[in-house]
């Protein structure tokens, strides 16, 4: 029996250290997150997206645009809303459709859908970073406006000409000038053909919306939502950045909302397909959330059909928890949201029991302290966990509830290896928690606040205690011997 249980965790454990560390999908889960677009900067993986509000209005209440980052593909920072509509003083307030960001001479431009008078329209904004602050750079639509006029998708060629296209039903382009913010020549439009775009049930063509326009290889890909609603998505190709194209199939059948959104990109030779669907509990058709799935392109350059699911991309490298992270880095989280506000992010909204995950953290061989910067307004706890939630905990800020920012830290007990690291927050019923940045130290550190620290004080005390009565004892014993000797005399 017993070489049975030693043959059983040996198999668990091999099978748990074999199994990679895998995303989920949907990739956030701390606000809605449609039309995603991602991008690479510096080797750092972004990509942009709209936010649905939770109030519904009825349409698509879309109060602005965020940006996310990762490096390994599992765990991303939040850098919060990059920009507002109504930063476009000609733009309204919920109209943060699609976004696609592209860098050029060290300048950041950001092309968005947005509604103004007389229906939708091209704008841009310009920035000196991926994550702003952006600035409307023309003050007006760079085009439209018009009610076809949506999902600006831009790419630089080879030879450094810039190309935007756009549209729904119709595919839009046009050449951008070096400046990126003023067009070459004006808008023109395909043929829409089912030569170029495939067939649409009933008539027409598949291309619908949310065009996706990149180069790999030499061939010109145009990636689309297909086939009207529930969209799906189909691609054409082309030897030609403005066509013709040519349709070459579905690459994703309709999945749980009824628009899609597509992005591609390769990142450290992984080429990833973006999308979005209802994947969030309280989701809905205009509550959308970004999945990621990894492909391989066929031998000649083909996409295959990929499927929708909930298990995302493989972790590319383990996460470092030492040195300063952003509260708003997560693979996963229950309950709490981001909160931009003067342009500082936190994570805020989290109450008793909510907590924040990072997966595949590496604490090589062993982490000592750690420090953060969180707010509460109660006298709770922050607790460390490894593995789960409730897992090994590790360490724990004892929290004031003085309802300011603070520091604190804590020593922690043996951690070293890789795990999943859970920041599980306990207070009372209506806490209210902020937590801005943390660290992990390989040092002690001083005047730790935490009850791992407390622990080494209680010991200490213990000790003493322990010692002390060790003495009365001595000194006791002694005296009754003495005692003994005079009796015996
Ligand atoms: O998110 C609003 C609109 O829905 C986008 O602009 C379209 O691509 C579709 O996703």
Known sequence: MKKFFAVFAALLIIFTLAVPV???NPVVQSSFTPDPA????????????GEDSEEDNGFYNMTDWHCFSTTDMVNWLDHGVIM???????????????????????????????????????GVAVADSPTGPFKDALGKPLCGPDWAYIDPTVMIDDDGQAYLYFGNPTSFYCKLNEDMISLDGGVMQHDMTVKSFGPMPGGG???????????????????????GVPEGIAYSTSDSPVGPWEYQGLIMNPGSSTTIHPGIIEYKGHDYFFYHGVLLPNGGWNKRSTAIMEFDYEEDGSIPLIEHSIL??????????FGKHEAETMSNSSGVKSVTSDKRVYIGSISDG???????????????????????????????HLDSQYGKKIGTIDLDGSSKFKDVSCALSANSGVHDLFFTFM?????DFRFDYWEFSKEETAGSS????????????????????????????????????????
Not at 312 to 321: A, K
Not at 427 to 431: A, K, L
């Open 427 to 431: 207070g009372t019923r209506d806490s």
């Open 22 to 24: 895998h995303a989920e």
């Open 312 to 321: 995302g991309v493989e972790q590319l490298e383990n996460f470092n928890p």
């Open 450 to 489: 935490g009850s791992s620290s407390n622990t080494v004080i209680y010991c200490a005390i213990g000790a003493a205690v322990v010692l002390l009565a060790a003495i009365v004892i001595v000194i006791i014993v002694k005296s009754s011997k003495k005692r003994t000797a005079k009796a015996d005399k």
């Open 205 to 227: 063509t598949s291309y619908t919306e949310g065009p996706w326009l990149y180069k790999r290889n030499g061939i010109y890909y145009l990636v689309y939502a297909s086939n």
């Open 38 to 49: 991602p991008v690479v900067f510096d080797g750092v993986l972004y990509f942009y997206c």
């Open 354 to 384: 909510d907590y924040i995950k990072l997966s595949g953290v590496d604490f090589e061989d062993g982490a000592k302290s750690f420090s953060a910067n969180i707010y509460s307004d109660t006298k709770g706890r922050l607790e460390i």
């Open 84 to 122: 507002y509509p109504e930063d476009f003083e000609w733009a309204e307030p919920g109209s943060a459709w699609a976004a696609q960001c592209i860098e050029r001479n060290g300048k950041y431009y950001l092309y968005v859908t947005v509604t103004t008078d007389g229906g939708r329209a091209i």
